[in-house]
């Protein structure tokens, strides 16, 4: 193997052991053993555990935020409703595809590492600007997507955690879902909460 071929195999050696047992119960001769190399080559290559942890989180933050602003970004030009969908169901895509990956970032992390927050904060800026942009095109204050977004984007997060084990109904049926419900509760934006009517549960 080159040397980055041999890194990029420590790392996916990592990620389903940090996926299996968490960052606290994981070792680097536990990660040496299943990669086939001494500890001094892992250790060469990330400087220990807590750089092993960083370049994991790193590759795996970078992937699923790519691919929900490949979602948002390259249909900018779609029906806000669309946008939602392509975004939800993207998080969705991510959990489905890379399950060892998500469970590393939505797991307890090493002080310092504010990782599935930080992550979450860097989508909801992504939506916020397509939130925004809907806002004030509507005559409704741009200033109240910053809330919205971070709501959808806990409300598919949240959902997408516990996608994780149920496995049903289908994802693009979750998806669907969730933006059923979100863009029913967007109607009303506009509205005051409390002057907004009760039905079709009160």
Known sequence: MTGSERREQLIEVARALFAEKGYAAASIEEVAQRG???KPVVYEHFGGKEGLYAAVVSGEMRHLLDDITSALSDHADD???ELLRRA?????GYVDANAGGFRVLVRDSPDGY???SSLLGDIAGQVEHVLGRE???RGIDA??????SQALVGMVALTGQWWLDERRPHRDEVAAHLVALAWHGLSGIGTPPEEQGRRPFG
């Open 88 to 92: 939800a169901e993207a998080f969705l």
């Open 114 to 116: 504010g990782t599935f």
């Open 143 to 148: 200033s109240l997507a910053a809330l919205y």
């Open 135 to 137: 806002f004030a095109s």
């Open 36 to 38: 086939g190399v001494s």
């Open 79 to 81: 029906h806000p409703r």
